[in-house]
Nanobody
Framework: QVRLVESGGGSVQAGGSLRLFCTVS????????MAWFRQAPGKEREGVAS???????QYAESVKGRFTISKDHAKDTLYLLMNNLKPEDTAMYYC?????????????????WGQGTQVTVSS
């Protein structure tokens, strides 16, 4: 059974940093697309950053220059380094995985999801 587990969330002040982790287990393929999404209360889930089979990355405009997505293939772990955090970054953050993805920031493109980790940024 495929399992994604996020960790690393927490509470920080604006301008601070956090690093999120997503460990993947039992994925049936060696390479797969992954992404980070977030969902704030009362808002739709939105794509934040994605990484494809060649480790090419994409970012939402709101996080460009502040967030960095990366993947350690040997450890089957996805990371999201978040710098210069803002109160509007407050949300539950989810990692997602899929073998094929046409639109990286579409939540329907991903087959597997973690349970989420909360990030809270205070002003």
């Amino acid at each position: 059974q495929v399992r994604l587990v996020e960790s690393g969330g927490g509470s920080v002040q604006a301008g601070g940093s956090l690093r999120l982790f997503c460990t993947v287990s039992n994925y049936p393929y060696e390479k797969y697309y992954m992404a980070w999404f977030r969902q704030a209360p009362g808002k739709e889930r939105e794509g934040v950053a994605s990484i494809d089979l060649d480790d090419d990355t994409q970012y939402a405009e709101s996080v460009k220059g502040r967030f960095t997505i990366s993947k350690d293939h040997a450890k089957d772990t996805l990371y999201l380094l978040m710098n210069n955090l803002k109160p509007e970054d407050t949300a539950m953050y989810y990692c997602a995985a899929s073998v094929t993805v046409r639109f990286p920031f579409s939540s329907t493109a991903y087959n597997y999801w973690g349970q989420g980790t909360q990030v809270t940024v205070s002003s």
